[in-house]
């Protein structure tokens, strides 16, 4: 194969790899926008307020603790905020189960 037809076929190669990707992340954008927009309306606002709450409380906890123990408390605080994301994750998983 000459070196011309090696350029060509990478090139080729290179825009069929960047259309892929353009109508992939268009895709994944329409599905996050239907996510977010169905969770936004059925959280209700007591509970979000409750949400920003807890984290803002959080993060005075952290600081008033000593400097020894901030990082475990940082870790704690994380933790807690992770498995928080699960449960409602796993929430919206069985919800959108049981609409099916």
């Known amino acids: ?17 960047l259309g892929f990707n353009l109508i992939n ?3 994944r954008e329409k599905n ?9 309306s059925e959280q209700s606002p007591s509970k979000a307020i409750t949400e920003t709450d807890k984290v803002a409380n959080s993060s005075t906890d952290i600081a008033s603790q000593p400097l020894g123990k901030q990082p475990k ?28």
């Open 1 to 17: 194969m000459q070196m011309k037809h090696l350029i060509i076929f990478a090139l080729v190669g290179m825009v069929a790899l």
């Open 25 to 27: 992340g268009n895709q």
């Open 32 to 40: 996050r926008e239907v996510i977010v927009s169905n969770a936004t």
């Open 73 to 100: 408390a940082i870790l704690d605080s994380a933790t807690t905020q992770i498995e928080q994301a699960q449960q409602a994750d796993q929430q919206r998983l069985d919800q959108m189960g049981s609409a099916e």
